[in-house]
Nanobody, 121 residues
């Protein structure tokens, strides 16, 4: 009914860049907050960045100045531009939608399947 699909993960060297994208399924009227989370091996999932419908952003301290989140409300997509990547950025990155209003109804806390980002030389 409501799905988020991520793309753009992969292997990159330290100092490199990657861009993650997340697209929501069709028949969606609105999504309030969209965000990116990550989970490294042996660690809990953590917020990387999120963005409201109006463009207000919030970043984890560890990525401020290096990552940029953006969204296209008309297309229900959210992207994460990651620059100056570090080994410690290695994780599975998940897209999240806090509240989705669609033709099927309202849904809360929707997650994508995750995309692996590996930063290694």
């Amino acid at each position: 009914q409501v799905q988020l699909v991520e793309s753009g993960g992969g292997l990159v060297q330290p100092g490199g860049s990657l861009r993650l994208s997340c697209a929501a399924s069709r028949s969606i009227f609105s999504i309030n907050v969209m965000g990116w989370y990550r989970q490294a091996p042996g660690k809990e999932r953590e917020l990387v960045a999120d963005i409201t419908t109006y463009g207000s952003t919030n970043y984890a301290d560890s990525v401020k100045g290096r990552f940029t989140i953006s969204r296209d409300n008309a297309k229900n997509t959210v992207s994460l531009q990651m620059n100056s990547l570090k080994v410690e950025d290695t994780a599975v990155y998940y897209c999240n939608a806090e509240r989705v209003v669609s033709s099927y109804g309202a849904f809360f806390d929707i997650w994508g399947q995750g995309t692996l980002v590996t930063v290694s030389s």
